[in-house]
T-cell receptor, first 118, second 109 residues
Framework: NAGVTQTPKFQVLKTGQSMTLQCAQD?????MYWYRQDPGMGLRLIYY???????DKGEVPNGYNVSRLNKREFSLRLESAAPSQTSVYFC?????????????????FGNGTRLTVT | RKEVEQDPGPFNVPEGATVAFNCTYS??????FFWYRQDCRKEPKLLMS???SGNEDGRFTAQLNRASQYISLLIRDSKLSDSATYLC??????????FGKGTRLHILP
């Protein structure tokens, strides 16, 4: 029962390089999210996906693309990394309505990716 | 723009004291409310769900006031291990999740 698996845990990129952050959940959740967190800031939503094949922009989408090819996986791509994208990235999935959301933890997080762009 | 506001703190509180946080939200149609705890920029972990009827779990009490659009968290008999950042989380009607910026709590020995 892995929950949300996020890879890699750490990454260092040079400005202009590209990379994809991978996220997968095994709980059959519809909704998945990508957040970034900077020092002294809360979690800011980059993109989210309410279901397979759909994605929507969040608060800070510029410089990122996402892909939700199936229900399990939601990837985040940086096409041309910039130092401003140095951050900790969290993937999350949301439990369905009802018991799971009301009484259990509604949000399941990955362990985070610590990305440094030099 | 839909927002969730929290006092960032830090709250520096002696061990054994009682401390309370509030969080306000702007969207009256918001569906669900939670308090999460985050340590050292690790992934947030659920502390409590928040209901209009109130929710108590040991030393922790959470309350939702829909009329005034705020939620509260009360920690009694605070422990050193309570030192963390507490995040207010609101789930909108379209499943968009909004986080407050967090309130930092330091429990002093």
């Amino acid at each position: 029962n892995a929950g949300v698996t996020q890879t890699p845990k750490f990454q260092v990129l040079k400005t202009g390089q590209s990379m994809t952050l991978q996220c997968a959940q095994d709980m059959n959740h519809n909704s998945m999210y990508w957040y970034r967190q900077d020092p002294g800031m809360g979690l800011r939503l980059i993109y989210y996906s309410a279901s397979e094949g759909t994605t929507d922009k969040g608060e800070v989408p510029n410089g990122y693309n996402v892909s939700r090819l199936n229900k399990r996986e939601f990837s985040l791509r940086l096409e041309s990394a910039a130092p401003s994208q140095t951050s900790v990235y969290f993937c999350a999935s949301l439990g369905e309505q009802g018991f799971e959301r009301s009484y259990n933890s509604p949000l399941h997080f990955g362990n985070g990716t610590r990305l440094t762009v030099t | 723009r839909k927002e969730v506001e929290q006092d960032p703190g830090p709250f520096n509180v002696p061990e054994g004291a009682t401390v309370a946080f509030n969080c306000t939200y702007s969207n009256s149609a918001s569906q669900s409310f939670f308090w999460y705890r985050q340590d050292c920029r690790k992934e947030p972990k659920l502390l409590m769900s928040v209901y209009s009827s109130g929710n108590e779990d040991g030393r922790f009490t959470a309350q939702l006031n829909r009329a005034s659009q705020y939620i509260s968290l009360l920690i009694r008999d605070s422990k050193l291990s309570d030192s963390a950042t507490y995040l207010c989380v609101v789930i909108e009607e379209d499943d968009k999740i909004i986080f407050g910026k967090g309130t930092r709590l330091h429990i002093l020995p």
